[in-house]
């Protein structure tokens, strides 16, 4: 008589089993990866974020702090052929408005909360409304040989003495010392525009542009270039002291302070900035209902826009050739 032969394999039941247990490992590493790839955009989004906050301080810090460089002093009194003293020709045919590249005696100026008015060089479309505008006129404190002057560009030569003239172009003025060099006059001006040039109309992207005072080959012009995308909001407060003196402790105003009318007696020796930083792109499932305090402005992010991560930077920079 033969012996019952024996099946082998795995029952229904144990089949069950071991399909929930697959489905179960599966499950959590499929959520590990969605966690781990969450946070890697995160991470992405706050370090670009991060990079771009630094990338704009860096452009702004740089002007602030040469803010009226006049080569070899800082004396606005004695530079001839700025816009009280004598002004030049050949000015840019868009020169945002009357002398306004060589208003050297706002050597650093803006306006609060608002376009600047009269301002053609700042499209009324592309300014982001409720936002600062700031301006900084100096000189590059690298001297331009002789040989080396463009026709394009607007220059001041300089001397000790101290004296200064503003000229164009590869003739240099004379009757200076030995010791006098030529230095490229630098005008510019920072706002933050409400579509970056890598947005859409769909998603708008806002940006910091800078005007900007350069060799336009035949003749100095203003250019227009965006800096960096994502600025959402610029803010800016101008330190003063009293002109008689360096004491006390520096007092921040706004751009539209009576502090700063010219017979104020007071210079302007730092300035405090804040921008704020938006996400280039939307992230699902998040709503910033934060609010930002930047100087005199606290800011409420837009219904549409919540959904945008923030970062806002300040930081107080000082003029070095002020005290």
Not at 77 to 100: E, H
Not at 214 to 239: C, H, K, M, Y
Not at 249 to 259: E, G, M, Q
Not at 306 to 317: E, G, K, P, Q
Request: aromatic share 6%.
């Amino acid at each position: 008589m033969r012996a019952a032969q024996r099946q082998r394999g795995v029952s229904l039941v144990e089949l069950l089993v071991s399909l929930a247990i697959g489905v179960i490992l599966i499950g959590g590493a499929l959520g590990v990866y969605i966690n781990g790839r969450a946070t890697y955009t995160l991470n992405e989004t706050i370090a670009r974020m991060q990079e771009n906050a630094s990338f704009a301080l860096k452009y702004l810090e740089r002007d602030i702090q040469l803010a009226g460089l006049w080569g070899s002093h800082n004396e606005v009194g004695a530079v001839d052929g700025r816009a009280l003293s004598n002004p030049i020709g050949g000015l840019p045919a868009n020169d945002c408005n009357n002398n306004w590249s060589i208003q050297l005696t706002l050597y650093m100026e803006g306006a609060n909360n608002t376009r600047p008015a009269g301002w053609t060089c700042i499209d009324a479309a592309q300014y982001m409304p409720e936002t600062d505008v700031l301006a900084v006129r100096r000189v590059e404190p690298t001297p331009v040989a002789t040989a080396a002057l463009q026709a394009g560009q607007m220059y001041l030569r300089s001397s000790l003495a101290p004296r200064g003239q503003v000229f164009i172009g590869a003739a240099e003025p004379g009757g200076f010392a030995a010791n006098a060099r030529n230095y490229p006059l630098i005008a510019r001006a920072y706002y933050v525009s409400n579509d970056s040039l890598g947005g859409s109309a769909l998603a708008p992207v806002p940006a910091l542009r800078m005007i900007e005072l350069v060799d336009g080959g035949a003749a100095p012009t203003l250019r227009d270039t965006e800096i960096v995308a994502g600025v959402e909001n610029l803010q800016v407060q101008f330190g003063i002291r009293p002109t008689a003196g360096p004491t006390g402790a520096v007092a921040y105003v706004n751009a539209d302070s009576a502090l700063l009318a010219p017979g104020a007696g007071n210079t302007i020796v730092s300035a405090r900035v804040w921008i704020l930083v938006r996400s280039e792109t939307p992230e699902a499932g998040f709503e910033d209902d934060a609010t930002y305090t930047m100087g005199d402005v606290i800011f409420t992010p837009p219904e549409n826009v919540r959904d945008h991560r923030r970062l806002l930077v300040t930081r107080t920079i000082d003029i070095r050739n002020r005290t």
